[in-house]
T-cell receptor, first 115, second 111 residues
Framework: DADVTQTPRNRITKTGKRIMLECSQT?????MYWYRQDPGLGLRLIYYSFDVKDINKGEISDGYSVSRQAQAKFSLSLESAIPNQTALYFC??????????????FGPGTRLTVL | KQEVTQIPAALSVPEGENLVLNCSFTDSAIYNLQWFRQDPGKGLTSLLLIQSSQREQTSGRLNASLDKSSGRSTLYIAASQPGDSATYLCAVNNYGQNFVFGPGTRLSVLP
């Protein structure tokens, strides 16, 4: 089984709808991240969390919110989706505590299309 | 603010060639540097992680080097194969900060 999983893998929604993307990890890592990837713009950080009680905005947090329900779960919400949020979304994890030197591991991605 | 660039943006080589991908960063106070591979529409696969105290790391046909003082890292791929075709990204992690990704190098290895 994959260490970092994302659901759904693909989603088509309409403008104005609320949508949630979920991420789960079995690596026992304390740090979790949400990125979006757009052609020509590379990977950009949306939100990150260094532990269950810690939530931080990234480079492009406007229009998004997150919830860290447990160490292993980190959800990304779009309260009112708009077409320019169409992108490939990735969840990632890392850990400084266990000697893994903060190496990042990525989920398979969620392809989101907002019509 | 850390900025990461990668050269070249795209590269096409015949099978069997040795090749070098370049990553440059502006702030040398890094904690680590990580190289990833990404296939089209897929997630990122970690290839190599170099800690700030290290000069290089090797995994199979891959060798990554790090020169912090000059703000550069290279990924060397030996005896390239068509299966190596993908986009290669480097990411820099500064102390206490998040990761900054380069734009990637798109590699095509022709049979």
């Amino acid at each position: 089984d994959a260490d970092v999983t994302q659901t759904p893998r693909n989603r088509i929604t309409k403008t104005g709808k609320r949508i949630m993307l979920e991420c789960s990890q079995t690596k026992g890592h304390d740090r979790m991240y949400w990125y979006r990837q757009d052609p020509g713009l590379g990977l950009r950080l949306i939100y990150y969390s260094f532990d269950v009680k810690d939530i931080n905005k990234g480079e492009i947090s406007d229009g998004y919110s997150v919830s860290r329900q447990a160490q292993a779960k980190f959800s990304l919400s779009l309260e009112s989706a708009i077409p320019n949020q169409t992108a490939l979304y990735f969840c990632a994890t890392s850990d400084l505590r266990t000697g893994s030197y903060n190496e990042q591991f990525f989920g398979p991605g969620t392809r989101l299309t907002v019509l | 603010k850390q900025e990461v660039t990668q050269i070249p943006a795209a590269l096409s080589v015949p099978e069997g060639e040795n090749l070098v991908l370049n990553c440059s960063f502006t702030d040398s106070a890094i904690y680590n540097l990580q190289w990833f591979r990404q296939d089209p529409g897929k997630g990122l696969t970690s290839l190599l992680l170099i800690q700030s105290s290290q000069r290089e790391q090797t995994s199979g046909r891959l060798n990554a080097s790090l020169d912090k003082s000059s703000g550069r890292s290279t990924l060397y791929i030996a005896a390239s194969q068509p299966g190596d075709s993908a986009t290669y990204l480097c990411a820099v992690n500064n102390y206490g900060q998040n990761f900054v990704f380069g734009p990637g190098t798109r590699l095509s290895v022709l049979p």
